[in-house]
């Protein structure tokens, strides 16, 4: 499902020069919630911790990353749990040592990444988009005639440095929006918002996201969704996923076809040197569109899913393999694969 042709005469990958990649449109609408006193004061004191771990060098602040990430793999023995079990299902060739390896590497670039949102979150955050290269930008160039007025739905994962994947996009000026589950904790989930909104990236709550996905994309904005996770039986249609019936949302194909959007795989690489990063583009998924919504949408979601695996296939250190991503399972009663 991954392809990608051979860049045009005169393309150059790194840091973009010139694209058909929608600009910014300025700075994003805020949908931050409202805070009562007491979170309002916890949010702050987390601003506060953040500004100040913010000002540790990398060579300690990556380490004290590295350091939380070998930390959660030693004690967290729920998730590791769920960790190898997802790994014994898409590897079931490789030994047990070669999976804990994987997992041990998931746990450090989850460590990293935590270190890369210290330093979004905190002082001279623009200095992260230096950081974040490009391979291949000009694939939006060839979408533009293709899908003139439209944007594009980014097929993406929690993959890589996945938090600096929607801000390096708007650290190079680049518009892109990203919806966003409310959490819980409102002063942990004003803090992400305040995070995001402040690199560039507009925030597209839950409770809207459906008709405000669709508003943006006919006006030719570009709209980051990862393709993942568990969905509810409610919102499910299952494909596989290395080899494994996996529940996945059915709204990202319906979305693609009512707005008549591209769907573009877009990944953030981590590099050998852990700390810089290339956003690589691939072509567009074809998609099915017979007329039979159902039939399609099962085709399409599963194009989407194979071409996350292949890329999870490739970097299987790079992804976060402690989800419960078989947690609903097709058939009601059926017994958990997580027991």
Known sequence: MLKRGAAPAGSTDGRPAKSDFPLSLGKPKSTRIQLGLKDRLIFWMLVAVLHAFSLL??????????????????????????GVRNLE????????????????????????????????????????GRRVTYNRLDVWNE??????????????????????LPAGHALHG???GLVHHTQRFLAGDDLVSFIRERAGVQIIRKHT???????????????????????????????????????????????????????????????????????EIFEEIPQQRTGDRNADALVNTARYQKAIEEMVRKYPEQWLWTHRRYRTRPVRGTPSLYD
């Open 143 to 164: 979408l533009t005639p293709r899908y003139p007025g439209k944007g594009a739905l980014i097929l993406t994962a929690h993959f890589g440095g996945f938090e600096l």
């Open 209 to 279: 996201a459906a008709r405000e996905m669709l508003r943006s994309l006919k006006r030719g904005e570009i709209i980051g969704i990862p393709l993942d996770q568990n969905a509810k039986r409610s919102e499910a249609i299952w494909v596989p996923f290395f080899g494994e019936m996996a529940a996945t949302p059915s709204g990202f194909d319906r979305l693609a076809m009512m707005a008549g959007a591209p769907v573009v795989p877009v990944f953030i690489v981590r590099q050998p040197d852990g700390v810089s990063h290339v956003i």
């Open 174 to 176: 680049f518009q892109i």
């Open 57 to 82: 060098p990398d060579f300690i602040l990556y380490k004290l990353g590295i350091a939380c990430g070998l930390i959660f793999h030693r004690f967290d023995h729920r998730h590791r749990r769920i």
């Open 89 to 128: 299902i898409a590897f079931p060739d490789k030994s047990a040592a070669e999976r804990e390896r994987i997992l041990r590497a998931s746990y450090i670039n989850l460590g990293r990444t935590g270190a890369e949102y210290v330093r979004l979150g905190g002082f001279f955050y623009r200095r992260l």
